[in-house]
């Protein structure tokens, strides 16, 4: 009828027995899985190192003849411009420049000239109307209102 405790006991060996395999191939499996991760992360920085080596052009130095010139150290932009349209622009510059100093606006407060002056000329950024939010910090959000409030219904009993 009953079964006897040394079934039950047993039963429960084996339950435990199952829980300790599971939890071991768990184990191997996670080792198995970081050993592939790791091995991955080092192949990607192999390959990242041989792309590197392919676009070393250090070694080409050697070959390449000395260039003494003073345009080296000039910037890409002036290259564009001219002699003559570089002296243009670095007069009127100069000229915008004393006329700025000068001004008895910047005199009296730079940084507020400066901030009015930007507030002028900078585009005005139009501003989205914040959508409302519930007392949470949420969205409110408009509920169906229900068919009770908008029709009335009679109770028949």
């Known amino acids: 009828m009953g079964k006897s405790r040394q079934d039950a006991a047993s039963k429960a060996d084996r339950k435990f027995e199952k829980k300790v395999q599971f939890y071991s191939k768990v184990r191997d499996t996670v080792a198995v899985l970081t050993a592939q991760k790791s091995i991955t992360k080092k192949k990607k920085l192999?390959?990242?190192?041989?792309?590197?080596?392919?676009?070393?052009?250090?070694?080409?130095?050697?070959?390449?003849?000395?260039?003494?010139?003073?345009?080296?150290?000039?910037?890409?932009?002036?290259?564009?411009?001219?002699?003559?349209?570089r002296q243009k622009l670095i007069l009127k510059e100069g000229k915008q420049l004393s006329m700025v100093l000068n001004h008895p606006a910047f005199q009296a407060d730079p940084l507020g000239s400066i901030h009015q002056h930007l507030l002028s000329t900078q585009p005005v950024a139009e501003e989205k109307p914040k959508k409302k939010m519930n007392k949470n910090g949420g969205k409110k959000v408009k509920g169906k209102k229900s068919k009770s409030l908008t029709t009335p219904q009679s109770m028949d009993f």
Request: net charge positive; aromatic share 8%.
């Open 46 to 85: 192999r390959s990242r190192q041989k792309k590197l080596k392919a676009y070393d052009l250090s070694t080409l130095t050697e070959f390449l003849p000395e260039l003494k010139s003073p345009q080296q150290s000039k910037p890409a932009a002036e290259f564009k411009l001219n002699s003559k349209s």
